[in-house]
């Protein structure tokens, strides 16, 4: 066993939230209830879904209902991160993450290489949803829900500031679109930075999750660089899509902020 998990874990883990809290106020980086509440608010999701995990995957319709329950809260995350606005048009934040992250899972269970078992398939689609309550997901999480919320905040970030250039692009002929995506294209390829990155030094700056996790289950290191691999890889695409839909939402007005 990795850690002795026992009073003096509980202790530690305390120890170290009230830390991060204190720096947090110290160093004036934001609200400190903000990093005591997300410390408090894993350990309860995580102890909640460890409990539930063992429980849904026995059956497909509750497996499901578990996925579902992690794409909503994946798009509702996203939405709110991308327009905080009151509105609904934080649901659109649910096409980029479901177009990104379905075909590869489809994909995966047609050509076999994941069997449709709860067991497999909660973790592979929890880490390319991006979800934070599936453990298996490690330093992968992140996925489309990264890419959509640093894709969507960039681009419409990036076009309030240039607002004067979108005006410019419509005087010299060009669409409402064509306007705005010449103005935010760049910005929002920001997102795949992130996982482009994380790919790169794989084995050399960090040692992910799901390698880690299947060598201390046992297996061989080189299936678990082959896992590791294929969740990189998978990884890449599913933010890739996940920028380009969320980057054609903005450009044609779908996600979009109130105006002052």
């Known amino acids: 066993m990795l850690l002795h998990v026992n009073a003096t874990f509980a202790a530690l883990l305390a120890t170290l939230l009230a830390l991060a809290t204190g720096v947090v106020a110290v ?16 350990a309860v999701q995580l102890v909640a879904v ?12 509750l497996l499901l209902c578990f996925l579902l329950l992690m794409y909503a809260v994946a798009v509702r995350t996203a939405g709110r991160r991308v327009v905080p606005a009151p509105g609904r048009a934080w649901l659109w934040t649910a096409v980029p993450i479901g177009a990104a992250v379905l075909p590869v899972v489809v994909a ?8 449709p078992e709860g067991i497999a398939l909660v973790p592979v689609t929890g880490i390319l949803i991006g979800g934070a309550l599936v453990p298996v997901t490690g330093i992968l999480i ?10 969507g905040r960039r681009s ?5 500031t240039r607002r004067g250039e979108v005006e410019a692009g419509l005087a010299l002929g060009l669409t409402d679109r064509e306007a705005r995506m010449e103005v935010a ?9 992130p996982g482009m990155d994380q790919t790169r030094t794989v084995g050399l700056v960090t040692l992910p999750g799901a390698f880690v996790g299947m060598l201390l289950g046992g297996a061989s290191p080189l299936h678990a660089g082959a896992v590791q691999l294929f969740v990189l890889v998978a990884l890449l695409l599913v933010q890739a899509v996940a920028t380009a839909v969320t980057l054609e939402l903005v450009t044609r007005g779908r996600l979009a902020r109130a105006e002052p």
């Open 108 to 115: 995966l269970l047609l050509t076999g290489v994941v069997p």
């Open 142 to 151: 992140g996925g489309a829900l990264t890419a959509t919320v640093l894709a």
């Open 27 to 42: 160093a004036r980086l934001g609200r400190p209830r903000d990093t005591l509440f997300a410390g408090a608010r894993a």
């Open 156 to 160: 419409l970030d990036e076009l309030a």
């Open 50 to 61: 460890s409990l539930a995990i063992g429980w849904v995957v026995r059956a497909v319709p």
């Open 185 to 193: 294209r760049e910005a929002a390829s920001d997102a795949l930075l």
